[in-house]
T-cell receptor, first 112, second 114 residues
């Protein structure tokens, strides 16, 4: 089974802090994704990566950056956290074309 | 028009009956279609995927795809209270270097009544 592990289930940070969310997958997948999920807005893609050091913007990249230094790890960075970034953050990974994305357990992030 | 549309529900079905969940999509070029189940406070869990027109069955679940009508559905037979969840339809929109972008519907909240 695919295992996607997110570093924290719950996280509380203050506005202006730099926040790191980590995601690790154990299936040697090429593609990794970061989403956020908000009530009424559904799942929205922030960034994705199709290879080490390669990244592409999703639908809502503003205020976020990402890092993929190793194939198994994909990090989401909130450069200067704001209250409107309070959300559930979900990491996913997938291998070959057309294969399903598998999600981690999610990180519920609160920015105070 | 939204790229992927689902009836938000709630859809209420008696235990043991068939639950029918529907999804329409706007991009005729979409090739892959997925159904995820999401319990409250949890992450989405893949339950079915379908790539070709027709039906695909897996246990109590059947996915149906009609590309001409741009319609995909999920049937749950012999519904159980544990099937109560939000069901997300997801459709591929485009690819970059083999990475597919999935577009998700808003989800249909399903409640199975004992």
């Amino acid at each position: 089974d695919v295992k996607v592990t997110q570093s924290s289930r719950y996280l509380v940070k203050r506005t202006g802090e730099k926040v790191f969310l980590e995601c690790v997958q154990d299936m040697d997948h090429e593609n990794m994704f970061w989403y956020r999920q908000d009530p009424g807005l559904g799942l929205r893609l922030i960034y994705f990566s199709y290879d080490v050091k390669m990244k592409e913007k999703g639908d809502i990249p503003e205020g976020y950056s990402v890092s993929r230094e190793k194939k198994e790890r994909f990090s989401l960075i909130l450069e200067s956290a704001s209250t409107n970034q309070t959300s559930m953050y979900l990491c996913a990974s997938t291998g070959a074309n057309n294969q399903p994305q598998h999600f981690g357990d999610g990180t519920r992030l609160s920015i105070l | 028009q939204k790229e992927v549309e689902q009836n938000s529900g709630p859809l209420s079905v008696p235990e043991g009956a068939i639950a029918s969940l529907n999804c329409t999509y706007s991009d005729r070029g979409s090739q892959s279609f997925f159904w995820y189940r999401q319990y409250s406070g949890k992450s989405p869990e893949l339950i079915m995927f379908i790539y070709s027109n027709g039906d695909k069955e897996d246990g109590r679940f059947t996915a149906q795809l009609n590309k001409a009508s741009q319609y995909v559905s999920l049937l749950i037979r012999d519904s159980q209270p544990s099937d109560s969840a939000t069901y997300l339809c997801a459709v591929t929109l485009w690819r970059v270097q083999g990475a597919q972008k999935l577009v998700f519907g808003q989800g249909t909240r399903l409640t199975i009544n004992p």
